[in-house]
């Protein structure tokens, strides 16, 4: 009996281990993110690409390292958080010995979550009143549309419940379940009634290099990596064999250190 005992114990650890890493595995490991200044002025337009740069284990748990790059600028680049995978569909952010709940796949219409947002561009919390849950058909996956939820500080505010609180409703955010927010991976939503300053948009998602998910919204004036100061804009994976970039108003393809108009005609290399 102790020996079914032990085995019984050993599946259930498997199961739940199994369980833990297969939510994790759907995750993208790659995310480009487009910082604009907020205002429009001043701070010109470029994307960091955030990576899972690999595991490690903090008093028994295993967590993964999340680091950053300037994609103008590979030297560019730093920590930016430590976080962690849970079966029950959570995402966690390690500062010093505390957990900070990042995404919470396992809401319900109605619930009320806060959680840390802004990690690596300084960080603040957000409480988010979960609106709609759907499926997006395009990708297959859960989809979280979630409303702000913010405190007026000073003057009158006709939304307000008796504490000071409303909905944020017109700056709705989403979320996707295995690639994160649309506002950027970590970054989650500027602070509420915030106008100025530096905000993100998350341009394309990837797999183990394998583009996942790309924003449709952005994507013709951006693609998926922008550098503001050529004003190249590559429309497909980074690290492809082939790219298509817009430069000076018209499509090329760089294939094999060569380059080709949309014609198939080399243009130079």
């Not at 700056?171 to 970590?186: A, D, R």
């Not at 994507?219 to 804009?233: Q, R, S």
Request: proline share 2%.
């Amino acid at each position: 009996m102790k020996r079914i005992n032990f085995f019984m114990i050993c599946a259930l650890i498997s199961v739940y281990t199994l369980a833990q890493n297969e939510w994790a595995d759907i995750w993208c490991n790659q995310w480009n993110i487009l910082e604009y200044n907020v205002s429009g002025m001043g701070i010109p337009e470029e994307t960091w690409r955030y990576y899972m740069a690999g595991d490690t284990t903090i008093a028994g748990q295993k967590y993964t390292m999340v680091n950053r790059y300037w994609t103008a600028d590979e030297t560019k680049m730093g920590a930016v958080a430590t976080i962690r995978f849970t079966n029950d569909k959570k995402v966690y952010a390690l500062f010093g010995d505390t957990e900070y709940l990042v995404y919470d796949f396992s809401v319900q219409v109605g619930d009320t979550i806060e959680t840390i947002v802004g990690i690596g561009r300084g960080t603040w919390f957000q409480q988010l009143l979960v609106h709609q849950i759907d499926i997006d058909e395009m990708i297959n996956r859960k989809t979280i549309t979630l409303y702000p939820i913010c405190k007026m500080e000073d003057g009158e505010c006709d939304e307000c419940d008796e504490n000071g609180y409303y909905l944020w409703e017109c700056c709705p955010i989403e979320w996707i379940e295995g690639v994160g927010s649309t506002e950027g991976f970590l970054m989650g939503y500027p602070p509420c009634g915030w106008t100025g300053g530096i905000g993100h948009k998350l341009l394309c998602a990837y797999k183990d290099d394998e583009l996942k998910y790309i924003n449709e919204f952005y994507h013709n004036d951006y693609g998926c990596e922008y550098n503001a100061a050529t004003g190249m804009k590559n429309l497909v994976m980074p690290k492809s064999s082939s790219q298509k970039v817009f430069q000076n108003y018209q499509l090329l393809i760089y294939n094999e250190n060569k380059t080709y108009n949309v014609m198939g005609v080399e243009v130079g290399e």
